[in-house]
T-cell receptor, first 112, second 109 residues
């Protein structure tokens, strides 16, 4: 068990709605990354937070936004949900100078 | 643009035999390579890694080989066990982690 926890585990939303996903990072880790994994694909990098600042972003539109809190936990917010946003959303935590990231179990988002 | 590629979506191996999972990458600036294992309904679990300055790293039944000139790495599992059946993702570290699309390994008892 990695110590990275995500909530909720499953979520169903309607197109156009907004969603917030949460992640508690592993103790001692100050970097949190979010990934989207569509069916049959590998995890795709959304963005990374280091000490409450966005520290890198993948090819995702601005309606994907995030926050990191002083305790290094994090939120992923997605506005104006689209059907193609249906995916497994993974959070990973690591330390600066990391050589590996530790993942949570993911949140399965279904947009209908 | 897929910088890390796993060209075999699936692999079946008999229990006790060797499993070889392959991964290719395009960016010579990647400095660390990792393999993750994923079971259904769980997040990826770190398995083994290798620095770009090495060509082999071994951990029990798992060995990762890196061929920088070919921009290729492979994961060898020997002997394969039914509990190894999972999806294996190759990842490379640059300014972020880049993941391949995964190879689904089935170990047949």
């Amino acid at each position: 068990e990695t110590g990275v926890t995500q909530s909720p585990t499953h979520l169903i939303k309607t197109r156009g709605q907004q969603v917030t996903l949460r992640c508690s990072s592993q103790s001692g880790h100050n970097t949190v990354s979010w990934y989207q994994q569509a069916l049959g694909q590998g995890p795709q990098f959304i963005f990374q937070y280091y000490r409450e600042e966005e520290n890198g972003r993948g090819n995702f539109p601005p309606r994907f936004s995030g926050l990191q809190f002083p305790n290094y936990s994090s939120e992923l917010n997605v506005n104006a949900l689209e059907l193609d946003d249906s995916a497994l959303y993974l959070c990973a935590s690591s330390s600066r100078g990391y050589t590996e990231a530790f993942f949570g179990q993911g949140t399965r988002l279904t947009v209908v | 643009d897929q910088q890390v590629k796993q060209n075999s979506p699936s692999l079946s191996v008999q229990e006790g035999r060797i499993s070889i999972l392959n991964c290719d990458y395009t960016n010579s600036m990647f400095d660390y390579f990792l393999w993750y294992k994923k079971y259904p309904a769980e997040g990826p679990t770190f398995l083994i890694s290798i620095s770009s300055i090495k060509d082999k790293n071994e951990d029990g039944r798992f060995t990762v080989f890196l061929n920088k000139s070919a921009k290729h790495l492979s994961l060898h599992i020997v002997p394969s066990q039914p509990g190894d059946s999972a999806v294996y993702f190759c990842a490379a570290r640059g300014n972020q982690f880049y993941f391949g699309t995964g190879t689904s390994l089935t170990v047949i008892p």
